[in-house]
């Protein structure tokens, strides 16, 4: 088992273009969440899976946001129509239903120019 | 409303000294998680320790240890006889009865020779 991984690391995009990012979890981990952290602040909760169902939504996620999570596997995260307010570091994390704890992926970096 | 403070921006240190890095929360819930992640330059957040709001005992793990008081609401993280490899940002964050994690700003740790 080699972690929660992410991909791409790193994605420059234009500004009104899509991105999707990818994140596969530890194995046996139900649960999947997605965050994102701006320069200076502490990462920001968008949304959880448990499985495949999507249980939880921040009002962050706008409606440009859509993640899924189609075999409770790996979840994707994609933003539409990119502006430059979404360049942030984006984090995904997975954790086990029985235990409370998270473990962190290295995160995507997000630069909208 | 779930909210965590931690009001030291950045702290700057001599190798050898104890810092201690503070944390202060708030909660409605009567059973809640805190947490303390250290993120470093690499950009992955590393689970250091959970704590549950049943559980006032401290901690010790090495050089670190971990002072729980409900009393004041708050979560301090003490490393003692710093090292320059402690040198990243420090997270306190908190989980009520949802499952998103509450992260507090970041405390950032400089450690010098």
């Known amino acids: 088992d080699t972690g929660v991984s992410q991909n791409p690391r790193h994605k420059i995009t234009k500004r009104g273009q899509n991105v999707t990012f990818r994140c596969d979890p530890i194995?046996?981990?139900?649960?999947l969440y997605w965050y994102r952290q701006t320069l200076g602040q502490g990462p920001e909760f968008l949304t959880y899976f448990q499985n495949e169902a999507q249980l939880e939504k921040s009002r962050l996620l706008s409606d440009r946001f859509s993640a899924e999570r189609p075999k409770g596997s790996f979840s994707t995260l994609e933003i539409q129509r990119t502006e430059q307010g979404d360049s942030a570091m984006y984090l995904c994390?997975?954790?086990?239903?029985?235990?409370?704890?998270?473990?962190f992926g290295s995160g995507t970096r997000l630069t909208v120019v | 409303a779930q909210k965590v403070t931690q009001a030291q921006t950045e702290i700057s240190v001599v190798e050898k000294e104890d810092v201690t890095l503070d944390c202060v929360y708030e909660t409605r819930d009567t059973t809640y998680y805190l947490f303390w992640y250290k993120q470093p330059p690499s950009g992955e957040l590393v689970f250091l320790i959970r704590?549950?709001?049943?559980?006032?005992q401290n901690e010790i793990s090495g050089r670190y240890s971990w002072n729980f008081q409900k009393s004041t609401s708050s979560f301090n993280f003490t490393i003692t006889a710093s090292q320059v490899v402690d040198s990243a940002v420090y997270f306190c964050?908190?989980?009520?009865?949802?499952?998103?994690?509450?992260f507090g700003k970041g405390t950032s740790l400089l450690v010098t020779p």
């Open positions: 994390a997975s954790s086990p239903v029985t235990v409370y704890g998270y473990t």
């Open positions: 704590r549950n709001s049943f559980d006032e």
């Open positions: 194995s046996e981990h139900n649960r």
């Open positions: 964050a908190l989980s009520g009865s949802g499952y998103a994690l509450n």
